[in-house]
């Protein structure tokens, strides 16, 4: 038998079994229609979103760690190590290849990809994005770009939701839905936050859901925060073990700290903004990616803390274990107050630039984590220093605590978001008062200083847009009497409709 004869007979039988699962697919459809209610059929996707989207969230941490330990191995921190100007280059260049030749396309930010695509009506997303985003990120943040895995995340598990709802024939109202519900079990599974997860999709993405898709985010974020923690040997990335009552005495340097936090993330939000847009102004694919792969490198190189997502580092800051900063070839043989601080701001203000060159030149990754990276730090360098002026004795370690939801709060204007991410990966809901006091001040130093900044990966601020949108009732009681008068029936909020309106 010749090789063409071959060929033909192996497309002849894929044929036949793609026709076979389309018969089969649409046997199902049929008997589903007939015997199963619809509220058990919007339960079902919701599980199998969750399962799933739990299921990638677990193996692009696992693929991450995986690659950690490989790159790492005989690596000394405290040393000049060459391997750690080679590793972050390589990751971005191999990822960048992936994506023109592989994927062609770009995967690179996933929140602001699913917010596009939900304002162009793109809701039938690609099967391959379900993996693309997972395998770029893995090799992105493995090999030592600093950055987080929960944007690849997000955009998996909103192909995860487009297919799924292909799959069972739902209308395009439902796929835009699903869309935003796959997103949420995404940021739910892999910080193991379910309500973060819900907020994500409510707050950040600002989907438009009446109470049955909101029982359905509810059901898919449980699902995936639950899947991922079991495949993760029921651990959290950041191991907290301090039970201590929080004293109301520190309230005062609490909003004290807000106020530093908020300040960093103004500082932090414009410098990433600028080195975006200093990165995608280079048009070429290659030097784009030897230009950030570069800085990262030389940047990782001096400062092996920035290597990675750094839950390490986090997990040592909020249990109260000790870190030296100069234990690093740049400051390394220097000791003393002054240098550590020098090496904190080093970090600090290298981070938001970098986390920029992690996904404008050809790598994948998110900038959620990163901000949790650099709240750790802009709370414990708040506590040293009041210790240092002040004679305070504040626990550094609560401060860093507190700093990391401060920080995220002020640089990706999700507050509610924030707290109860911040809560959920820590499982410190003993400090929520402290945390909301903290995350508010934050927020609101950012917006008095800069107030007409918001998230740019989504193009509009999260909290006040969904406060000034048309949709939303005027909180004046005449205005709403006269809203209600004049509202046509067909455009009013109904709550018991089977299939929710598409967004205009």
């Not at 693929?63 to 990751?91: C, E, H, K, M, S």
Request: with cysteine; glycine share 12%.
């Amino acid at each position: 038998m010749t090789e063409e004869k071959r060929r033909e007979i192996l497309k002849r039988n894929v044929r036949r079994f793609g026709r076979g699962v389309r018969r089969a697919r649409i046997g199902y459809l049929r008997w589903q229609n007939v015997h199963i209610p619809e509220s058990v059929v919007l339960i079902l996707i919701a599980l199998v979103i969750g399962v799933s989207t739990g299921m990638a969230a677990a193996a692009l941490k696992q693929l991450v760690r995986l690659l950690n330990r490989l790159v790492l191995t005989g690596v000394r921190i405290g040393q000049p190590d060459f391997r750690l100007l080679l590793w972050p280059l390589a990751g971005i260049f191999l990822t960048g290849i992936y994506q023109r030749y592989v994927v062609r396309g770009t995967v690179a930010r996933g929140t602001r990809i699913i917010r596009q695509d939900l304002d162009a009506g793109r809701y039938r997303l690609s099967p391959f994005t379900v993996f693309n985003p997972v395998l770029g990120c893995s090799v992105t943040i493995g090999t030592g770009s600093t950055g987080g895995t929960e944007g690849p995340t997000a955009l998996s598990g909103a192909a995860i939701g487009s297919v799924v709802g292909r799959f069972f024939g739902l209308s395009r109202a439902w796929l835009r839905l699903l869309v935003g519900i796959g997103a949420g079990a995404g940021i739910a599974a892999i910080f193991k936050s379910p309500v973060g997860g819900v907020l994500f999709t409510l707050e950040v993405l600002q989907m438009e859901m009446t109470t049955l898709p909101v029982l359905a985010l509810i059901i898919a974020c449980l699902l995936a925060s639950s899947t991922a923690y079991l495949l993760s040997d029921f651990t959290f990335d950041i191991f907290f073990d301090r039970t201590l009552p929080f004293d109301p005495h520190m309230l005062g340097w609490v909003s004290l700290l807000g106020v530093f936090c908020g300040l960093y993330s103004v500082y932090y939000t414009y410098t990433k903004s600028r080195a975006i847009r200093f990165f995608t102004s280079i048009r070429d694919p290659w030097l784009a990616s030897a230009v950030t792969g570069g800085a990262m490198s030389v940047c990782v190189f001096m400062f092996p803390l920035l290597f990675g997502e750094g839950f390490d580092v986090i997990t040592a800051l909020v249990n109260g274990v000790d870190i030296s900063f100069t234990e690093t070839w740049v400051l390394a043989g220097h000791s003393g107050f002054f240098w550590m601080i020098a090496g904190i701001l080093a970090v600090m203000l290298l981070k938001g630039a970098l986390v920029a060159a992690s996904y404008c030149g050809g790598g994948v990754a998110g900038d959620f984590v990163p901000t949790f990276f650099a709240g750790a730090l802009t709370g414990y360098l708040f506590a040293i220093l009041c210790d240092a002026a002040f004679g305070t004795h504040l626990p550094a370690w609560f401060f860093a605590l507190t700093g990391m939801g401060a920080v995220m709060a002020g640089t990706l204007h999700a507050p509610l978001m924030s707290i109860f991410i911040l809560c959920e990966t820590t499982d410190t809901f003993g400090y929520i008062f402290p945390y909301l006091i903290a995350v508010a001040i934050s927020y609101a130093t950012v917006k008095l200083i800069t107030p007409g900044s918001w998230y740019g990966e989504t193009g509009h601020d999260d909290l006040m847009a969904l406060i000034s949108s048309r949709k939303t009732p005027s909180l004046r009681a005449d205005a709403v009497g006269r809203a209600d008068a004049v509202t046509p029936r067909s455009r009013r909020i109904r709550t018991s409709g089977k299939t929710p309106p598409d967004r205009k």
